[in-house]
Structure formats: structure tokens, C-alpha cells
């Protein structure tokens, strides 16, 4: 979508200034997008991941027992894989390596992208240690060996309870951070970019960790039937969330959304690939008790994932043209005016 700057040219048109501003901005973007790239959408669905798993291995590690073992084993690993190149992303986004260190040596409680890396580096300590627990448990570091006893005497119980909430944070608090922003998409819907982004992690994590178990075969169908049930719960509440953040918009800020690529990303990719194909694979398997092959469970996972990816690039790119629409920006502005006048 592109706009031309009629600075130049607006006397030609034989309108005046209050004319011209009434409803645009002489048709130029009246603030400036985010300059991100490819990076900050990959951080976004690789955190997500992160964080989520780390929390769904949780929960099967406190209150699963042995046969949710295959389950915390896969949760622990795939956060920390996740994991890793989340810094990485973040320090290309950035250009400059120092500048990541910069953010680490203050802390502001009011500035969502410094509790985003401080969150980020805490959540960083505990999906380390879990996996490293991990790792000795399935004899990675030996048997006997000073590394290995070490890990294993640690309470992985306390450890995997705390590390719920930095993980929690991680999984949901990018959503937080777009709203922050004055781009129309994201912060017209402030409440709703969080529980969004913590559905899409979760349903994508179990998703991630459906996959690996189904893959290596050492996950027992109860188990798998287990996450498909949670996964088909998530998915339909990020539906509705999806329809709300649709519906709350309104017309012209989310038409992005609707028009052109990003509107065939947004119903094919994201609604019909990431959300209703695998909730029809998988619901009859989830609720019925009908048992599903592997191969079709494994396909419905494969799904959910290329979804989530589309989810975080629809998002960002979809609230760049926003941010690029004066027209959006006047109508975020004048509900907010009408909205105050009421109050």
C-alpha cells in the first residue's frame, strides 16, 4: 500500500489546509512504522515456543506422573532450542551487539521492552537449568559423574514451579510490547494482543512438542490424546480472540487484514491452515475418542506450526501498513477523542 506525499503538489488541488487535515494527513503517514525486519516476527513465534513449552512441561512435570514423562523431556528441550536463538534475532534486529548489552545495565518497570529483555534473560536461567536437569536425568553427562550429581540433587520440582511465571511472561508479553506502540492494528486492540499471543505460544508449543512425540514414538496415545484435547481448547479460544481483535478494529484499521496478500495469509494461512484444518483433524481424535495415526496427528501439528509462523507475520506486517494508513491513525484518534468525551 503506498502514499503519495502530496507536500508538493496539495495547492494544485485547490483545497486548503483544514480540508486536507480533516481526514489525512496530506496523505503521508502520520507516524512512523517500525523498522523491523524478518527477525522480530521469527523471535516472536521462536519465544513463544519457548516460553510455552517451558510451561506445559511444567504443569506435566508437577502434576503428570511417569507417563507424562516423554512429555516434560520434550517440553524442556524444545524450550531451550527455542530458546537459543531468540538473543541472537533480537541483536541482528538491533544492528549492534552492544546495544542488547546496553538494555541489560537499567532496569525501567514502565517500559515494556525492558521488562521484555530482563524477562527474557530470567526465563533464560531456568530453561537452561531445567534442560540441563534434563540432560543428566537421560545420562548426557554420565553416570556418577560430579556434573550429573550435581544436577540431579538440584530441586527440579521448585525449579520448574518458579520458572512458570518468567516462562508465562515470555509467551505472551510480545503482544504486550505491539500494543505499547502508537500503530493503530495493535494498539487499538491493547487488551487483547496479550491473551492472544499466549494462545497462539501455548496451541503452537503443543503443537512443537505433538510432533517430537510423535516422531520418536515415546509418547503412549492417552498422552497424545491428552495434548491434542489441550491444543483443540487453545485453538478455539485464539479463534475467538482472533474474530474479537477483527471486530474491535473496526473497517479501516484492520483492512490490512482483509485486502490484498496479507488478506489471503490472514483467511487461508491463518484461519484455514492454522486453525481449521487441524482443528477438524483433530477434534473427533480429542473428544470422540476416535484414534487418529500418527501420521495424520503429526500432520494436523505441522499445520498448527506454519499457522503460528503466518499468525506473527500477519501481525507485524499488517500493523506496519496500519501505521503507513493516516486514515487508520485519524480513526484510532477520534475514537479515543469520542471515547474521552463520554467518560
Do not use: C
Amino acid at each position: 500500500m503506498a502514499y503519495e506525499r502530496r507536500w508538493e503538489t496539495r495547492r494544485r488541488g485547490g483545497r486548503s489546509a483544514g480540508d486536507e487535515a480533516r481526514e489525512t494527513y496530506y496523505g503521508i503517514p502520520v507516524i512512523h512504522r517500525a523498522p523491523w525486519r524478518w527477525e522480530i516476527p521469527t523471535y516472536f513465534f521462536l519465544g513463544g515456543i519457548a516460553g510455552a513449552s517451558y510451561v506445559i512441561a511444567g504443569i506435566a512435570h508437577v502434576f503428570g506422573g511417569d507417563e507424562e514423562r516423554p512429555v516434560v523431556r520434550a517440553g524442556r528441550y524444545l524450550s531451550l532450542a527455542a530458546l537459543i536463538p531468540s538473543p541472537i534475532l533480537l541483536i541482528l534486529d538491533l544492528g549492534r551487539p552492544e546495544r542488547f548489552h546496553h538494555m541489560l545495565r537499567v532496569f525501567k518497570f514502565r517500559s515494556p521492552m525492558s521488562v521484555g529483555t530482563w524477562g527474557l534473560v530470567v526465563f533464560g536461567a531456568f530453561s537452561t537449568l531445567s534442560a540441563l536437569i534434563q540432560a543428566a536425568e537421560d545420562g548426557l553427562f554420565g553416570r556418577g559423574t560430579l556434573v550429573a550429581r550435581l544436577l540431579l540433587r538440584l530441586p527440579s520440582h521448585a525449579i520448574a514451579f518458579l520458572g512458570q511465571f518468567p516462562a508465562f511472561f515470555v509467551s505472551g508479553y510480545t503482544g504486550v510490547l505491539l500494543a505499547a506502540t502508537a500503530v493503530p492494528l495493535w494498539t487499538k486492540n491493547y487488551l487483547l494482543m496479550g491473551p492472544l499471543f499466549i494462545a497462539s505460544a501455548l496451541s503452537n508449543a503443543l503443537a512443537a512438542i505433538t510432533l517430537i512425540l510423535t516422531a520418536t514414538g515415546r509418547a503412549s496415545h492417552r498422552s497424545l490424546r491428552r495434548l491434542e484435547r489441550f491444543e483443540t481448547a487453545v485453538m478455539g479460544v485464539e479463534a475467538l480472540l482472533l474474530a474479537a481483535l477483527r471486530l474491535n478494529s473496526g473497517k479501516t484499521i484492520a483492512r490490512p487484514m482483509h485486502e490484498g496478500r496479507l488478506g489471503r495469509i490472514y483467511r487461508v494461512g491463518v484461519l484455514g491452515t492454522g486453525l481449521g484444518l487441524p482443528l477438524l483433524i483433530q477434534a473427533p481424535g480429542a473428544w470422540l475418542g476416535r484414534r487418529l495415526p500418527r501420521g495424520v496427528t503429526a500432520l494436523a501439528a505441522l499445520l498448527t506450526l506454519i499457522g503460528g509462523a503466518l499468525f506473527r507475520y500477519l501481525i507485524v506486517t499488517a500493523g506496519h501498513r496500519s501505521a503507513d494508513d493516516p486514515q487508520a491513525t485519524f480513526e484510532l484518534t477520534r475514537a479515543r477523542e469520542n471515547g474521552s468525551r463520554r467518560s
